[in-house]
């Protein structure tokens, strides 16, 4: 619904009480990744750890959420198991359509039950509900139950945690309604923390439109651009893995602990071919017509007679590099068998293909011994990597449990850090150079899409230091602007700030529309203030020596280049965060 | 006369987008419920989709049970509706076979008129506006008008 405030329901799940506040901010924090900021600066424990029961789980929407197409993205904020910090990690499904529905802008989860719980919100219901029955199924057994358990079929998400979470492992992802995620930095184990199997949120309510016709107007020309033109083809089409043979093309791609940037052998795990032999269908967000979801199936042969059960999995760019090529596992079936394992579990995908890149090399180099992996890990030894992800999930033995924390924390037991791929936390898809990886290593959410470094590698631009770091500081702000609406990123060439100030006019939020460019700042300052007040401080971030070591199409990594850069743009950083800021939440007397 | 059908809900991706379309430019709202077609998940993701639409009946249940003849009959199949007569006692959506009247929470029904706008919108081109046999008229939404009212 629109409204000049947010409408903010907590619930505290060692009470069961829970509460609506109206909380002002419309104007100055906008809703999604500058809402989630601003609650968190209200609501999060700060000097307390990511695991004291009162820490906050935020889950945010924006002005435009489901107004528009693509605008179809949900922000989650929590302090991070992974670093101990503020994180922010973004996801889909139907969640984003779900809370609007349910007509809330944010919902805030803090306490912790009692017992291992669902909680079901919708317009006209919030329930806690004991499920200790499902503590310790996977994804695929929890969904199932819970499917039949709550009403609202279509028009409801239901975000819950594997094993992994249940474990509170750093690597543990919130999956969205079978194919979507809050993947990275640990979600997963915050609602284990608080012993939340399940949220179910039923978007079971509607709203009426603006009067006049330049809503109407404007989404058509929005619709357009999103579906008749070839703006966002290249999702439609091959989806993110496009770039699998775009990036080992130019020496790009990270293969095997990134040990190497291109290979021919990449060929058995491109969009091209995953589309040839393994693409089932394609799946959308809620709200999205461009349905970028690509699902592929593996079979599995279970009885000696010629049985076989089989099984949909979704698969993107990020997902096949970390558990395909840099794994050496250059087979789609097998990668999508890998992806499978990791999502059956509730771990982050990304994170474990990468560490167990690192310990396979670890492994080889003579660092650790199979009494630590248990299993013999070697680059394309895909069983291998199957067993090694469940004993991830479940911690196994003191190997597994000290890698589930993160790379680097079993480098602090084992040593090996000089080529553990790890930026910020384990890294993205992409081996494009010196921004790409500074990005990275000091972005805010540790992700590859917190600003287009990747991109700005790729392009001509020179070597000037402050010409990266001007990139990086412009392209996160408007990228954070557009993570408040919440739009998907993947519609970031749509959205221009002019589209959004005409579709942010069109709904009623006139003020915001015209205040795009100090709005935007502002965001982009409470993020870092949260960030570097919770303990991050981008200075001390050290890129290991792997990626200096590597060659892409433009020859040799520039280490000058590299640190020169980390330095500048950790100092940008800090000046951001040290800014003064006006959003500060402040509650409505009048209540609702 | 047109009627809205289905044809090929098999490459459905569940965006909602004909949801959508038809509560934002026939009812004026934003809504994936108060709408003539819905869209759910035939039990899970993996197993596709499925579409609450009416199914075009002649004659029709929900016509039958209507205590004030608020539902019409229409030609070609399907209902009209007279909002203006409906006193919300909710037996129309009692009475249809499919599930495809959904009532909103101060009872109002809304069931698909068969005028076909939502078909742009979707992205797979899984529905029609199909023509059938039946006497000559005019669209859906100008019958809906000439007898009264198009949407809520």
Redesign the interface.
């Known amino acids: 619904m629109i409204r000049d405030h947010f409408k903010v329901l907590v619930v505290d799940l060692s009470t069961g009480r829970s509460t609506f506040s109206d909380i002002d901010g419309r104007d100055t924090v906008a809703g999604g990744s500058g809402l989630a900021a601003m609650l968190f600066g209200k609501y999060g424990l700060l000097d307390k750890p990511w695991n004291e029961p009162g820490q906050p789980l935020i889950f945010t929407i924006g002005p435009l959420t489901?107004?528009f197409?693509l605008m179809s993205k949900t922000v989650c904020a929590f302090k991070s198991p992974y670093h101990d910090q503020y994180a922010e990690s973004h996801g889909g499904g139907r969640s984003a359509?779900s809370l609007?529905?349910a007509d809330v802008d944010a919902l805030v989860i803090t306490g912790r039950a009692k017992s291992p719980s669902a909680l079901i919100v919708g317009s006209?219901q919030i329930e806690i509900k004991d499920v200790h029955f499902l503590w310790g199924t996977d994804l695929q057994v929890a969904?199932?139950v819970l499917?039949r358990m709550f009403p609202g079929?279509?028009?409801r998400t239901i975000l819950r945690i594997g094993p992994a979470g249940e474990r509170q492992s750093p690597m543990a992802c919130i999956t969205a309604?079978?194919?979507r995620h809050f993947g990275r930095l640990g979600g997963g184990a915050v609602m284990g923390a608080k012993n939340l199997k399940a949220i179910m949120i039923h978007?079971?309510?509607?709203?009426?439109?603006p009067e006049g016709k330049e809503y109407?107007k404007i989404?058509e020309d929005v619709?357009t651009k999103m579906?008749d033109t070839d703006m966002m083809s290249k999702y439609?089409d091959l989806g993110t893995p496009i770039n699998v043979a775009v990036l080992n093309d130019i020496k790009a791609l990270p293969i095997r602990n990134l040990q190497a940037t291109a290979d021919p052998a990449t060929a058995g795990i491109t969009g091209e071919r995953f589309a040839e032999v393994a693409l089932l269908?394609?799946?959308?967000?809620?709200?999205?017509?461009?349905?970028c979801?690509h699902i592929g199936f593996v079979r599995e042969r279970f009885q000696k007679e010629n049985r076989y059960l089989y099984r949909?999995i979704s698969y993107d760019h990020e997902l096949i590099v970390t558990v395909g090529s840099m794994l050496g596992v250059m087979d789609c079936f097998e990668v999508l068998k890998l992806i499978d394992v990791a999502e059956k579990m509730g771990l982050d995908v990304m994170s474990p293909g990468v560490a167990l890149a690192w310990a396979t090399e670890a492994l080889a180099k003579g660092i650790i011994t199979e009494k630590e992996t248990l299993v013999p890990l070697a680059f394309g030894n895909s069983a291998s990597y199957q067993a090694a992800i469940q004993h991830l999930a479940y911690g196994a033995n003191e190997f597994y449990q000290l890698l589930s924390q993160g790379t680097m924390k079993a480098v602090e037991r084992y040593g090996g850090g000089d080529f553990a791929c790890v930026l910020g936390q384990e890294m993205a898809g992409y081996a494009t150079g010196e921004t790409f990886f500074v990005s990275q290593a000091l972005g805010l959410r540790h992700s590859h899409l917190d600003a287009g470094g990747y991109s700005y590698d790729q392009k001509p631009k020179g070597k000037k230091i402050e010409d990266a770091v001007k990139f990086l500081i412009q392209d996160e702000k408007a990228r954070g602007f557009l993570t408040s609406m919440v739009s998907c990123l993947f519609a970031r060439g749509v959205y221009s700030d002019e589209l959004l100030a005409g579709c942010l006019n069109s709904v009623g939020y006139g003020t915001l529309a015209g205040s795009i460019g100090p709005v935007s700042e502002e965001i982009q300052k409470l993020r870092w203030k949260m960030r570097v007040s919770s303990g991050f401080r981008p200075e001390n971030v050290s890129i290991p020596k792997r990626f200096t070591e590597i060659t892409t199409w433009k020859g040799q990594i520039d280490t000058v280049f590299l640190n020169s850069l980390k330095d500048q743009y950790a100092s940008a950083i800090m000046d951001l965060a040290r800014a003064d800021t006006t959003a500060s939440p402040s509650e409505r007397k009048d209540g609702l | 006369m047109k009627i809205l059908t289905t044809p090929r809900m098999e490459r459905c991706?569940?965006?909602?987008?004909c949801s959508?379309a038809c509560?934002?430019?026939l009812h004026?709202?934003?809504?994936?419920?108060?709408a003539g077609i819905?869209?759910?998940?035939s039990?899970?993701?993996?197993t596709?989709?499925e579409a609450s639409i009416c199914l075009s009946c002649d004659p029709a249940p929900c016509v039958k049970v209507c205590p004030t003849g608020a539902y019409s009959q229409r030609k070609g199949g399907g209902v009209v509706v007279r909002k203006k007569l409906c006193i919300r006692c909710g037996d129309c959506a009692t009475a249809c076979p499919v599930d495809a009247i959904y009532l909103?929470?101060s009872g109002e029904p809304f069931v698909c008129i068969h005028c076909g706008r939502c078909v742009a919108?979707c992205?797979?081109d899984c529905l029609e506006h199909t023509e059938v046999s039946g006497e000559a008229g005019g669209t859906a939404e100008k019958e809906q008008a000439d007898t009264g009212e198009v949407a809520s």
């Open positions: 489901g107004y197409p359509l609007r529905f006209r969904g199932k499917r079929a279509g028009h309604d079978t194919y978007g079971d309510s509607s709203f009426p439109l109407t989404f619709h579906t439609h269908r394609n799946a959308a967000c809620a709200g999205c017509p461009v349905g979801i949909q | 991706i569940g965006c909602h987008s959508l509560a934002r430019l004026k709202r934003l809504s994936w419920d108060t819905r869209i759910r998940s039990g899970g993701l993996s596709g989709f909103d929470m919108y992205p797979h």
